[in-house]
């Protein structure tokens, strides 16, 4: 079914010596199939992902590319298979733009871990098209992976849900945040402000890390109920066996990272959760079992987010009537915004506006 013809054009990096010069180039969309929702985008969050692609810090990009996937706008198009959308529909697409649907991952709603799952860019499709994201007129993305705007919801805001916001919310949902619980949120950025937005509308008491004294404030004002400096000394030594859920957003760690010290603060099979994933020369520091074994704390990750988790979490957005610290500007101007979140200037997300059509 179609109801318009749309051009693909993106703010493209076409030489990676110059990663946040991006120049507007046509795209060749991916090859439209039955279970394909074709969408008109209106606006994009600026993702750390995006800076660690384009400064190559997670390894040789493809040329040219267009990156951005916290993508919101309307339906242009759709196949002959899909059910849920028409055209007109405003819809968001995140950090994944397809799987195989067939496999034990897909089938028990964890399509978000499909071995042979699509990014929304960098990635190749069989037929050798390159995927574009967000920063751009238009995209094409399997069913499974458009999710419906609630219309309480602006754009502006959703946008960022749609990685930022879907990133933390799963694990958090995942270890049980709730009434009772104590949740540590590490690193208050992009990720972290929605880490603590969700997870006090969850019912849990929050307690947030952070470096960075000027944030302490914004921080308090997002809902967090106690606020710990991370550069003073023994910081974690007060909340010893407190927390039962440690989530952590940096996409930086360095051997100086304290990593034994925040496990300690877990309380009995209490989980440490990374989402953030830094440059692939930046591991995790060193840990010892012992840093595990007197409290039986458990390490481990999260990728992304479900369909299932995405529409649960726009439902608590527009139930509590959330919304995320954005900055908003045209998409010409995308380049600033990515420099400024390299440089940590951002509070605490960008969201660009489509300007090329």
């Given at each position: 079914?179609?109801?318009?013809?749309?051009?693909?054009?993106?703010?493209?990096?076409?030489?990676?010596?110059?990663?946040?010069?991006?120049?507007?180039?046509?795209?060749?969309?991916?090859?439209?199939?039955?279970?394909?929702?074709?969408?008109?985008?209106?606006?994009?969050?600026?993702?750390?992902?995006?800076?660690?692609?384009?400064?190559?810090?997670?390894?040789?990009?493809?040329?040219?590319?267009?990156?951005?996937?916290?993508?919101?706008g309307?339906?242009?198009?759709?196949?002959?298979?899909?059910?849920?959308?028409?055209?007109?529909?405003?819809?968001?697409?995140?950090?994944?733009?397809?799987?195989?649907?067939?496999?034990?991952?897909?089938?028990?709603?964890?399509?978000?871990?499909?071995?042979?799952?699509?990014?929304?860019?960098?990635?190749?499709?069989?037929?050798?098209?390159?995927?574009?994201?967000?920063?751009?007129?238009?995209?094409?993305?399997?069913?499974?992976?458009?999710?419906?705007?609630?219309?309480?919801?602006?754009?502006?805001?959703?946008a960022?849900?749609?990685?930022?916001?879907?990133?933390?919310?799963?694990?958090?949902?995942?270890?049980?945040?709730?009434?009772?619980?104590?949740?540590?949120?590490?690193?208050?950025?992009?990720?972290?402000?929605?880490?603590?937005?969700?997870?006090?509308?969850?019912?849990?008491?929050?307690?947030?890390?952070?470096?960075?004294?000027?944030?302490?404030?914004?921080?308090?004002?997002m809902?967090?109920?106690?606020?710990?400096?991370?550069?003073?000394?023994?910081?974690?030594k007060?909340?010893?066996?407190?927390?039962?859920?440690?989530?952590?957003?940096?996409?930086?760690?360095?051997?100086?990272?304290p990593?034994?010290?925040?496990?300690?603060?877990?309380?009995?099979?209490?989980?440490?959760?990374?989402?953030?994933?830094p440059?692939?020369?930046?591991?995790?520091?060193?840990?010892?079992?012992?840093?595990?074994?007197?409290?039986?704390?458990?390490?481990?990750?999260?990728?992304?987010?479900?369909?299932?988790?995405?529409?649960?979490?726009?439902?608590?957005?527009?139930?509590?009537g959330?919304?995320?610290?954005?900055?908003?500007?045209?998409?010409?101007?995308?380049?600033?915004?990515?420099?400024?979140?390299?440089?940590?200037?951002?509070?605490?997300?960008?969201?660009?506006?489509?300007?090329?059509?």
């Amino acid at each position: 079914m179609t109801s318009q013809t749309v051009q693909f054009k993106g703010y493209a990096m076409t030489d990676p010596s110059k990663w946040n010069d991006l120049k507007i180039i046509e795209l060749k969309p991916k090859t439209f199939e039955p279970d394909d929702v074709e969408i008109s985008i209106t606006h994009c969050g600026v993702c750390g992902s995006d800076v660690h692609t384009l400064t190559q810090g997670w390894g040789q990009s493809k040329l040219p590319l267009v990156v951005g996937h916290e993508i919101v706008g309307n339906v242009t198009r759709v196949g002959d298979k899909v059910t849920e959308f028409k055209p007109g529909d405003r819809v968001g697409v995140g950090a994944q733009r397809g799987s195989c649907l067939s496999c034990r991952e897909c089938k028990d709603d964890y399509e978000n871990y499909c071995p042979k799952g699509i990014e929304t860019y960098n990635a190749e499709y069989p037929d050798g098209v390159v995927a574009q994201g967000g920063y751009s007129t238009a995209i094409r993305a399997q069913e499974r992976f458009v999710f419906p705007i609630p219309d309480e919801i602006e754009s502006r805001h959703a946008a960022s849900m749609m990685c930022a916001g879907l990133t933390v919310y799963s694990p958090l949902k995942t270890h049980g945040a709730g009434p009772g619980k104590k949740v540590g949120i590490m690193g208050i950025g992009g990720l972290g402000h929605y880490a603590i937005l969700w997870a006090k509308a969850m019912g849990a008491e929050v307690y947030a890390f952070t470096h960075d004294e000027s944030k302490v404030e914004d921080i308090k004002k997002m809902g967090a109920d106690h606020v710990i400096n991370t550069g003073k000394q023994d910081f974690h030594k007060d909340l010893a066996r407190t927390l039962d859920i440690l989530l952590s957003t940096r996409d930086v760690f360095g051997d100086s990272t304290p990593l034994g010290d925040y496990l300690s603060m877990l309380y009995i099979h209490g989980r440490f959760v990374t989402v953030g994933l830094p440059d692939a020369d930046d591991p995790l520091p060193t840990l010892h079992a012992f840093d595990f074994v007197p409290s039986g704390c458990l390490l481990g990750g999260s990728k992304i987010g479900s369909k299932k988790e995405c529409l649960e979490m726009l439902e608590l957005a527009r139930s509590k009537g959330i919304k995320p610290w954005i900055e908003e500007l045209p998409m010409a101007q995308v380049g600033k915004a990515l420099q400024n979140l390299k440089d940590n200037k951002v509070r605490y997300r960008y969201v660009v506006k489509q300007d090329i059509v």
